[in-house]
């Protein structure tokens, strides 16, 4: 979502938590709340991806034996 990744990113680029909350209008617990949610779902997406890329390289070596 556009609000995730806004807060991601602005996290990543080490602005403080203060400049963060007051842009959404939460407090620094919901921030931090929002943030690590965030995260958590980019390493879902990632693990999702490598997880597929072994299955390709998988049966790639099957048929190729």
Excluded: D
């Excluded at 203060?18 to 209008?25: D, M, T």
């Amino acid at each position: 979502e556009p609000e995730e990744v806004k807060l991601v990113w602005l996290r990543a680029c080490q602005v403080r938590w203060k400049p963060i909350c007051h842009r959404f209008s939460v407090g620094r617990t919901t921030a931090w709340q929002r943030w690590t949610a965030a995260l958590t779902k980019v390493a879902a997406r990632l693990e999702e991806s490598t997880e597929r890329q072994n299955q390709t390289a998988s049966r790639a070596i099957a048929v190729m034996q």
